[in-house]
């Protein structure tokens, strides 16, 4: 979909579809209210003759409707005008979305960031949009037989803004959203992928793809002999028990001058989750294939920060392969040594995303960051205590941590602060190496995060379980493409401050 801002203060373009919003109080607009006044106030009749209430999210399409500038006009219910805000209206673009493409109509102008009752500036009203669309947009990768889906036909949406200021605003909105919803897409299709084809040397070759089309971008894809050499230790105890080879990606983008240390994304890839020797019960086991979701959402970040070409300098980690059982797999017991030279002794193969992001802090520490934040589907204790709304934050930085959880508020890709420290430590005590792997199951999202914490002392670090909000279950089963929109906003007001 092709997106541009027009001015249009008098809402009088002309398209396939022009989108108006109705409050369910009746109340148009100023755009609205001009629509409506050239076909004769139909929109305000079928209001009160109750055959449109305005309910958030409804639609009703109307087809050459005498007098218009467009051969169709869309009604999207707003609900109540008390109640509207950034969510109510991310809720009215994607049905928006979802009505357009049931349409005939291959472009459209919308008047609702325009005449929204809401306090957003352009730039959020126009970002919103480009996302919603083209996450309303978003197919599965199709590995069914029969008719391939045919996409939307809806090919370019004009948002109509007040003045040229707005516009230019809202221009800059729909090319960060469409980059954003970009990189989501691409996280969501490497989680959506069955883990017999989204193995870690498949994340390796995706990711070696993605630095071809960037000049900007540097990957590199180490294999197992290259792992041994780093004595990641700690990744290679949790990779051993697969026939699939582990793999180490690192991409670095250079967005701003040698001298500005870089932001790190590390991401959790493990590609299956068994469970290992501490083998998962059945049900739902198919769901450990959005294990690497961390690992997605920093490469869809990435490809977000490269499309907007953000003055940031990035480099994303990835630490990926499989957790399986077999004769030669890390068993309960073993003491495995990390690349921090810091022994675990590893009573449960289940916590392995812990075991192989620490080896990525160490790793990280390397490109002297400013700031670390990795990214996992780290604990089902997390999704326990936060469900699918928000993500867990911990942190050993307030600042950064502060700085998260607002990026998480203005992109709607919410995150929640969760506390770790000595208190938690006390519960991965080991009389066999320096640390258990696990703490018990009081506190499980949190005994996790302080289980990192060990590797990421003096670094400016922050840690995202994104466990509940990764994926879907149920009907809707697929990957979110969360946090991708959270990391993009974050990078965005670095790159905006340094
Ligand atoms: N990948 C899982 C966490 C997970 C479980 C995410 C369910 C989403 C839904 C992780 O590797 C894991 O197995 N964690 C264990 C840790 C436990 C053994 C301390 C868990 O949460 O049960
Ligand atoms: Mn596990
Ligand atoms: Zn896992």
Not at 67 to 75: D, Q, W
Not at 365 to 382: E, H, M, N, Q, S
């Amino acid at each position: 979909m092709e997106f541009k801002a027009t001015v249009d203060p008098r809402a009088q373009q002309a398209a396939a579809c022009a989108v108006i919003g109705v409050y369910d109080d009746g109340f148009l607009g100023e755009a609205a209210r001009r629509v409506d006044t050239r076909i004769g106030g139909l929109a305000a009749k079928l209001y009160s003759a109750r055959d449109f209430a305005g309910k958030l999210g409804d639609t009703l399409l109307l087809v050459r409707p005498t007098g218009a500038k467009s051969s169709r006009v869309l009604l999207v219910g707003l609900g109540a005008k008390r109640k509207f805000g950034p969510k109510q209206y991310r809720k009215a673009l994607q049905a928006t979305a979802q009505a357009l493409f049931k349409t005939g109509a291959t472009d459209a102008v919308i008047y609702l960031a325009m005449d929204a009752e809401l306090d957003l500036d352009p730039y959020r009203r126009a970002r919103a949009v480009a996302e919603s669309f083209e996450a309303q947009g978003y197919r599965i990768p199709d590995l069914k037989s029969g008719p391939k889906p045919k996409p939307p036909r809806l090919r370019s949406v004009s948002l109509a803004m007040p003045d040229a200021r707005a516009a230019k605003s809202a221009q800059q909105g729909l090319a960060d959203g469409v980059a954003i919803a970009a990189g989501a897409a691409f996280s969501r299709d490497l989680a959506n992928l069955p883990p017999n084809v989204c193995t870690p040397t498949y994340l390796g070759t995706r990711a070696i793809a993605l630095g071809k089309e960037h000049r900007r971008v540097k990957v590199s894809v180490l294999g197992e002999r290259q792992i041994k050499a780093l004595k990641m230790g700690s990744f290679l105890a949790v990779a051993r028990g697969s026939t699939e080879p582990p793999r180490l990606i690192v991409c670095e983008y250079r967005g701003a001058g040698a001298g500005t240390p870089p932001i790190c994304l590390l991401g959790k890839g493990i590609t299956f989750d068994s469970g290992g020797i501490s083998l998962k019960d059945p049900p739902a086991m198919d769901e450990m294939k959005f294990d690497m979701s961390g690992a997605a959402s920093v490469l869809g970040a990435l490809r977000a920060v490269v499309e907007m070409q953000l003055p940031v300098n990035l480099v994303v980690i990835v630490a990926t392969c499989e957790n399986m059982p077999a004769g030669n797999a890390v068993k309960p017991a073993d003491v495995v040594t990390t690349m921090s030279g810091q022994t675990v002794e590893v009573l449960n193969t289940d916590a392995e995303g812990r075991l192989i992001l620490c080896d990525a802090i160490t790793y990280s520490r390397r490109f002297k960051p400013a700031a670390v934040v990795d990214v996992a589907t780290l604990t089902g204790a997390c999704v326990i205590a936060l469900g699918n709304h928000y993500s867990g934050l911990m942190s050993n930085d307030d600042a950064l941590a502060n700085e998260i959880l607002a990026a998480g508020e203005r992109a709607e890709d919410r995150a929640w602060r969760m506390p770790i420290g000595e208190d938690y430590a006390e519960q991965l005590k080991s009389n066999f190496a320096d640390f258990a792997n696990v703490g018990g199951r009081e506190g499980g999202a949190l005994t996790a995060a302080t289980f990192l914490s060990k590797f990421a002392t003096d670094l400016s670090w922050a840690h995202l379980d994104i466990a509940g909000t990764a994926w879907l279950g149920g009907a809707q089963k697929g990957s979110t493409g969360r946090p991708v929109a959270l990391l993009a906003d974050f990078l965005i007001e670095r790159a905006r401050r340094t």
